[in-house]
């Protein structure tokens, strides 16, 4: 009995790790900033770049070059996508309509935002779930240690690369990568 037991029990786990294998990013739906449902279905096609932000943090001022970065590439199929998150030091405190004031007064910010999401934890997000398990992505495991972590994801909706906090949008690596 114990036997049928454990291959029934690795028969479910390899069905539903195969099924989350074949997951991309295209799969989800989130709330957007406003409230409205975002289906990632409709990027088929264009390279994104996810990032967690935060309004008070040292890493802010990347909204800048995340800007800029859209502002050069929003035309050649790329989008930014911004995930608020309040887990590192409290730095995202504000609610959905002061963190799209916030981007917007200070920043100029026209890329996508999300509402605020956990990026690690018991109530992290399906997409940062995915984002950061590999056997969900099937390229990295990856820990979200801070804000502004930037996760680079192809034109069929898989994770190409996960860079933290430091490396700025505009770093040589993204470059390349969208050309």
């Known amino acids: 009995m114990k036997k049928i037991l454990f291959s029934l ?7 539903n790790l195969l099924f989350a294998q074949m997951q991309t990013l295209h799969s989800f739906k989130v709330k ?3 409230g409205k449902e975002y289906n990632f279905a409709n990027l088929k096609g264009k390279k994104v770049m996810i990032v967690n932000t935060a309004s008070e943090c040292g890493y802010t001022p990347q909204y800048k070059q ?17 995930f608020p998150c309040n887990q590192f030091g409290g730095q995202e405190p504000g609610s959905s309509t002061e963190i799209k004031t916030f981007c917007s007064k200070n920043y100029g910010v026209t890329f996508p935002m999300m509402e605020k999401v956990d990026v690690r934890g018991k109530n992290e997000s399906l997409v940062f779930a995915w984002l950061t398990t590999k056997e969900l992505n099937g390229v990295t495991g990856a820990e979200v240690l801070w804000n502004f972590n930037k996760f680079l994801i192809d034109e069929n909706g898989k994770l190409v690369e996960h860079l933290g906090s430091s490396t700025t949008p505009l770093d040589d690596k993204i470059l390349n990568w969208l050309k």
Do not use: A, P
């Not at 029990?9 to 069905?15: D, E, P, Y």
């Not at 859209?70 to 996508?81: A, D, G, H, M, R």
């Open 9 to 15: 029990f690795s028969l479910i786990i390899s069905t």
């Open 32 to 34: 957007d900033i406003d």
């Open 66 to 82: 995340l800007q800029e970065l859209y502002e050069l590439y929003k035309n050649k199929n790329f989008v930014i996508i911004g």
